[in-house]
């Protein structure tokens, strides 16, 4: 009960509120008040800085979305893109799962806004990606991600006990099981992280599996012919081309093959979705890392226009508490990390497997119109994790639906690891098909089986 007196009512409505999730007195100076262009919500958002070293010299940048309706009951969800070196502001809140898309000179709704079932927490990493910014020369650590959710905490309080996840696409498949063998083994010090489950959309876990498993995805989309499928696989596959691009030398027998793979598949053509037109006026990939060959593909039609321009005008910048440092313009995908191919080779299947045998749920879905990282890989490489791990089958291969049409495929193992693909989405499967993809979310975040019936 509340006190008579003045300032105790007042001490004691302010705590209320606090615990209602309607206040946050740490995070006033980081609230958005109005996006340039943004139509009228009532959720609140938040944007800003949180310094990862002692010295305040590296900061994450983060842009927060609450939940459009009972925040205080909703899960916290953390979304990594992947690259590595994209940006999770630009790529995924504005392209992909966040409440807003930019169209001319403002935003409009996305009505399969991920924030509908959960808070959504986007975070620009590594250093040095978007606005995020180091005053010394850093590479990615997976501990300044857990840094930044320790001093966010601090900011956000109301949410350190909430029910956590970790989902991410692509090269993210290092970054979200990185971070949560990190959480996991934070926790046993001190309990901080309510670590519920992590998802990871068509995601690079084992590179010679993910990378190699794109032969058989062009031929049997018709963008290879059967010569070229069969020198590609038996030649020079792709795997032993990435690693003779990173040591410098590519030989000519591969050069010739890579030559022709790609004259076949055509720069026409979205790699990351063979049935996506591209946007000639913007040529935009989450990666170069993963396609080291001069780039010319699309990752939508022609959104990154439209977010580039929105992200680097000013009074954008001034309402999202952002500024640049080191750079003249923000991008949507730098090459300030310099990876080298070890990095990319690190199979990171492994952690997945260690997290499952902690308990922590793992979901790993493939839009399956993606030929960079193709569902077959993902699929091959939890069905192999599942047997070394002993797990039965709980949920036999299915479609699942949303409304009254085949959502995709899905399979369980021990009501723990699952896999899923969104039927007709692409490598980044919110964008393409966001209706679906906010289905499979609600059912992961829920702990249920895709849905079997319509």
Known sequence: MCSLLWSSIVMCVALQLL?????????????????????????????????????????????FAEAEKDAASKPLVLWLNGGPGCSSLGVGAFSENGPFRPKGEGL????????REANMLYLETPIGVGFSYSSDTSAYEARDNLVFLKNWFIKFPEYRNRSLFIVGESYAGHYVPQLAELMLQFNKKEKLFNLKGIALGNPVLEFATDFNSRAEFFWSHGLISDTTYEVFTSVCNYSRYVREYYNGAVSPVCSSVMSQVSTETSRFVDKYDVTLDVCLSSVFSQTKVLNPQQVTETIDVCVEDETVNYLNRKDVQSALHARLV??????????VLDYELRDLEIPTITVVGKLVQEGIPVLVYSGDQDSVIPLTGSRTLVHK??????????????VWFEKQQVGGWTQVYGDILSFA??????????????????????????????????
């Open 108 to 115: 409009i709704r996305n009505q399969f806004s991920w924030n």
């Open 385 to 398: 994790l599942a047997k070394k791990l002993g797990l039965k089958t709980t949920v036999p291969y299915r």
């Open 19 to 63: 615990q209602l999730g309607i206040v946050h007195p740490s995070s006033s100076h980081i609230r958005i008040t109005h996006l340039p262009g943004q139509p009228q919500v009532e959720f609140q958002q938040f944007s800003g800085y949180v310094n990862v070293d002692h010295r305040n010299q590296q900061a994450l940048f983060f842009y």
């Open 326 to 335: 080191g750079v003249q313009r923000w991008s949507a995908c730098s090459n």
């Open 421 to 454: 693909t969104i039927r007709g989405a692409s490598h980044e499967a919110p964008f393409s098909q966001p209706e679906r993809s906010l289905v499979l979310f609600k059912s992961f975040l829920e702990g249920r089986p895709m849905p079997q019936e319509f």
